[in-house]
């Protein structure tokens, strides 16, 4: 348990002046709270350099307001925690599988907290690692890097041997209980702001992330809030659970995200308030990201997941993907609202990418209700999107008040029917501009909607709707039950 012990990391030597380097400092006084039985670490007003800080259990750390803590550049006088030796790790990026390589990492603790309204800053950190070593290498990255060339590509995946020292997590937790992220400011968090795998009641409250690659990921963990968070992300992911194998084959259970707001402004510029529009793309070469997500690693489960009240604004939709056999069901999103989405709105795809052991078998998608989605700015050429494979149809969705306003449209002409595509990396632009312009659901099993709306600002040559291999359907639009459509087989209306 803890103990009213306050520690003040100017007592243990650190300068705070942004030049010396305070890591061994602020590790002293983490080692002595640790020793006393727990207590509280305190960086009060300053700039503390520092590479890799280990939590230990029954430690809060606390970064006043006025207080940064920076990521160091590694160099002469140091360097970040060298990546675990965990063997081949195949079926995930380095990313995912290593955790002593941040500048905050805990290990197996229990009772921590990282605090306070100051700042970290991961200025010292790398974006960037290699990918998995999965030899099939299908679905391995999106289609819509397919004109990368070589070097693109791998100066966005370094090699291992490249991150020995290398720093590219600002906040890692493997195998910790009860843990406490609350009022902070992180900025360039590397590839992942905040990575906890494996990590049991852990709580993400009121934090302004704005960062250059992945916000918060959540792989694996049970019984997990994130509420009232601002989260800006333009490369990549803003919030996102995963059941990756990182830690061996686990779920992602009873998970809340509420009350948060999640865009794709250009870096700095939601901390400066500045919202900028500059960046178009993404390194994938798709439209700018900062969404909500479950998958793409989903080798393991995902239960009783909750996404309530919460924005996007600049950003891709919200995507739930099962695409290495996990089942995804029983997920609730609630009063959804998006501004300027730069793909589809909603994308629920059940894939078989199968990144895993030999014998993984396609998962399944099922018992999903999105209930209170308003989106207007929708890129006119993706639809929201419901892919399922055949023989292995999404099940049970329920789409209520539901109202899409999409920018434009694509006058003149009619795209073909897209390929299944079972084994790509699960995006919106995979399938390319979708046959229909308001929702597309192909491989569906009982999907039921009542007051959907769907307007647009361009003309269109497509149909609203288009509904295949899509038994037991029945949606009503806007409020008024008596037109509603119950299509079966490869219809549209």
Not at 71 to 82: E, I, K, R, V
Request: proline letters at 5%.
């Amino acid at each position: 348990m803890r103990t009213g012990l306050v520690l003040d990391v100017r007592d243990h030597g650190a300068r705070g002046d942004g030049v010396a380097l305070d890591g061994p400092a602020i590790a002293a006084a983490l080692a002595a709270a640790h020793k006393a039985g727990g207590g509280i670490v305190l960086l009060p007003p300053g700039t503390y350099r520092s590479f890799s800080l280990r939590l230990p259990s029954r430690v809060t750390l606390a970064i006043e307001a006025g207080a940064t803590l920076l990521a160091a550049t590694p160099g002469p006088d140091g360097a970040y925690d060298l990546p675990e030796d965990r063997g081949a790790q195949l079926y995930q990026d380095f990313g995912h599988s290593h955790w002593h390589n941040s500048l905050i990492w805990a290990e197996d603790a229990e009772d921590i907290a990282i605090l306070g309204k100051g700042r970290i800053d991961g200025a010292g950190l790398t974006r960037n690692g290699p990918g998995t070593p999965w030899s099939a290498q299908r679905g391995e990255r999106p289609l819509s890097m397919a004109t990368m060339t070589p070097a693109d590509v791998a100066r966005l995946e370094q090699d291992a041997a490249a991150m020995r020292g290398q720093g590219n997590k600002a906040i890692a937790l493997a195998r910790c209980r009860r843990v406490t992220i609350e009022g902070l400011t992180i900025f360039r968090g590397g590839h992942f702001a905040i990575l906890a795998s494996e990590v049991e009641d852990l709580a993400c409250t009121r934090l302004t992330i704005d960062s250059n690659r992945d916000g918060i990921d959540l792989d694996g963990v049970r019984r997990a809030r994130v509420s009232r968070c601002r989260v800006n992300t333009p490369n990549d992911d803003a919030i996102v659970l995963k059941t990756s194998l990182a830690l061996g084959r686990t779920s992602c259970e009873d998970v809340t995200i509420e009350d948060c707001t999640i865009s794709g402004y250009d870096l700095g510029t939601l901390l400066d308030g500045s919202h900028g529009r500059t960046q178009q793309l993404s390194p994938d070469r798709d439209r700018v990201t900062g969404r909500i997500k479950l998958g793409t690693e989903s080798n393991g489960d995902f239960r009783r997941i909750a996404i309530t009240n919460c924005r996007f604004e600049r950003s891709r939709g919200l995507a739930i993907e099962s695409v290495d056999g996990g089942t995804i069901e029983d997920v609730r999103a609630e009063n959804l609202t998006m501004e300027e989405v730069t793909t589809a709105p909603l994308f629920l795809r059940l894939g078989a990418r199968l990144r895993g052991p030999a014998g993984t078998r396609v998962g399944a998608l099922r018992n999903i209700g999105i209930h209170g989605l308003n989106a207007v700015g929708v890129d006119p050429r993706f639809a929201a999107i419901l892919a399922g494979l055949p023989g292995h149809p999404i099940e049970d969705v329920r789409l209520y008040d539901i109202d899409l306003r999409f920018d434009g449209g694509l006058e003149g002409h009619l795209p073909p029917s897209p390929p299944e595509l079972a084994d790509a990396y699960p995006e919106p632009s995979m399938f390319g501009p979708t046959p229909a312009w308001g929702l597309w659901a192909r491989h569906v099993r009982r999907l039921g909607g009542a007051r959907l709306s769907l307007q647009r600002s361009g003309g269109d040559a497509r149909a609203p709707i288009l509904l295949e291999d899509a038994a037991d359907t029945r949606i009503a639009f806007d409020a008024d039950a008596s037109h509603c459509y119950h299509i079966v087989h490869n219809s549209s209306t």
